[in-house]
């Protein structure tokens, strides 16, 4: 076993290396063929490989050499206008040495910066086209603002498939020298859903163990998100007790750190599981866990979302007994 | 529609003044005894504690007489020019026309320190040789700075009006305004405005504005108004309000912040919401007022804060339609700030945490310290070669590690 982050070290150096998302794969080594990139939006969820792909295709541009010529932000850290103004000003308009005329700036976690900070952001973009091509990564497209996004190359990536997502942790578990059980995968995939950064990190903790990696083991170490405590907290609820279903979605997100958007994840899953809920009512409260998902995307407080769709069940199982 | 009832319903004549009928006798005889000359003293110092009537008893004596009203306040003080201006007024006085003017300078005590020492001595110059009545009005005459301004003038004495007075004129207001209302709900008014008239105004407009019907019950909780009372009561107040502007209101009279409140809400209301319905209602007000607190952070536009106090406070209050009353259910201080405050020293460990993993991993310091800790925790509790490795790559000190085996 190795001892640095497993993420980190099989992340793919090339764009041949990349496991998935094939059509955007062969469209970036088209750019790469053509020595000319447009600005670019790369959407989707975590973990799917945006800023791999984004690496990987400063890497083919540049070459080893390729650092000297990218800058690498992210809007997480720095979201304000101040850094477009300063930071990304600065890099973009400096002319680049080498054979391609122009240099990349990833914007990791693009969806997170202020409106200003966008329509600055579109500026600067406009202004060093020739000198600078922008790369930016977000969650959803939808949060970028659309004159950004008319300027932009959409590309949009999705979750691994099953058997890419298995055989991708599988080959790591064997270099690894980890023993991974079958039910071991499924878990992590059942945990991670195809979110390739969180199924390797869940690889690696579970390995750390030394012990075989099966499902319990994964649920064991996966900050107890194991379907079984969501779908206690949804029984919890459906029965009448708010505070208590609340008390355990609190315990979850405070003391587990789970994310909000696996239990909701887990919640819809769970809904279409559960006996005790009537047929009729399942696609109602999807349509309400839809609807909670929704602000939690828009970057609302988890656990002030979670519980609103908690008191939402407190009614549904109120509904039913009549 | 939505006038201020302080302005709507100002007397319009002394006779509708509320008490002080002394002090306004004198002041009217004053004015007129200009009608036969200017009379020993030039100028007349209304003073008393705020909102009992000054400013208003010389508008509606102006008004009864027929006369002109020149009305400055302090912040007209301080210029030289300003001060010769009004002397031109005042110095006109009869001169011509025998017109008939008062010049009232309103807020004397906003004169303030040595700055305007030359104000009052312009004030009292002016005085001296006016030709129309000069009318000062401030809340303490007795002001050290006002020592030989007051030789000027005769001093007149406005005090605090019964509360039975101060709630005869909430009734005409009330009369007025079509509205039927309780009469002790207008005593508890009037008594806890402790005689200021002005704010027994603007508490019944902000209860009785767009009702029929105003009951006792609907304004015992103006004694939370007291801040000493605090979050309690205004929570009380919040949850249990039967319109949206009472609910509304409370975050006026708070002394916390927006967010803090929130927190108090969102950890209380549920108790107190009995029924089902009225809990997943209230709970969703509380989720958008959420949102919107988000998009005030993604747009940076903070006038979208009405929103999330729409939604936090009227939301709540409204959603409360089938519910029982909870009884007697002690509030208890949000858990969620408890923790928070806990906290705050692992959340700045977890931060510089990540910003190490930012450093190796392409991946912003908060989402590391979302999406890589947790792993880590359990990499560095079971496996001590691995969490070494690890420690130096990431190049983690001694009290990272020591946190992450904790």
Known sequence: ?322 | MYAAWTVKHKPASVAEIVGNTEAIKTFSEWIKSWSKGVPKKRAAFLYGPPGVGKTVTVEALAKDLGMELVEKNASDYRTEEAVNRFAGLASQYGSLFGSRRIILLDELDGLTGNADKGGVKAITDIIKTAQCPIVLIANNAYDPRFINLRSYCILIEFKKPAASEVAKHLKRISEREGIQVDENALKFIAQRSEGDVRSAVNDFQALAQGKKRLTYEDVSWLGYRDRQDSIFNLLRMIIYSRTSASAKQAVDMADVDIDMLFEWIYENAPEHLTDPHDLAQAMDALSMADVYRGRIRTTQDWSFIRYVIDYMTAGVAMSRQRSKSAGWTPFKFPSRIQMLSRSKAERAMKLSIGLKIKRKCHISASRASKEFLPYLRIIFKNNAEMADGIAKWLDLDDEMIAYLKG
């Open chain 1, 1 to 322: 076993m190795s001892f640095e982050m497993w993420a980190e070290k099989y992340r793919p150096k090339r764009l041949d290396e990349m496991v998935d998302q094939k059509e955007i794969v062969e469209r970036l080594k088209s750019f790469v063929k053509a020595r000319n990139v447009p600005h670019c939006i790369f959407a989707g969820p975590p973990g799917t490989g945006k800023t791999t792909a984004a690496l990987c295709l400063a890497r083919d541009f540049y070459g080893e050499g390729y650092r000297e010529h990218l800058m690498e932000l992210n809007a997480s850290d720095e979201r304000g206008i101040d850094v477009v103004r300063e930071t990304v000003k600065t890099f973009a308009r400096s002319r680049s040495i080498g054979e391609i005329p122009f240099k990349i700036l990833i914007l990791d976690e693009a969806d997170n910066m202020t409106s200003d900070a966008q329509q600055a952001l579109r500026r600067t973009m406009e202004r060093y086209t020739e000198t600078c091509r922008f790369i930016l990564c977000a969650n959803y497209s939808g949060k970028i603002i659309e004159p950004i996004q008319s300027r932009c190359a959409p590309f949009r990536f999705t979750f691994l498939p099953r058997e890419e997502h298995d055989k991708y942790i599988k080959q790591i578990a064997e270099r690894e020298n980890v023993q991974l059980l079958p039910d071991g995968v499924d878990a992590i995939f059942e945990v991670c859903g195809g979110d390739l950064r969180r199924a390797i990190n869940t690889l690696q903790a579970a390995a750390s163990v030394n012990k075989p990696v099966d499902a319990k083991l994964v649920y064991s170490i996966t900050g107890r998100a194991s379907p079984a405590d969501v779908q206690k907290m949804l029984t919890t609820a459906i029965k009448g007790d708010f505070l208590g279903a609340r008390k355990q979605l609190r315990d979850m997100i405070q003391k587990y750190g789970v994310a909000g958007s696996d239990i909701i994840r887990q919640i819809h899953t769970e809904i279409f599981k559960a006996t005790e809920i009537p047929e009729p009512w399942k696609i109602k409260l999807a349509g309400i866990v839809g609807e909670i998902d929704y602000r939690l995307v828009e970057g609302s407080d988890e656990e002030v979302q979670l519980s609103a769709l908690l008191a939402r069940l407190v009614e549904a199982g109120y509904e039913m007994k009549k």
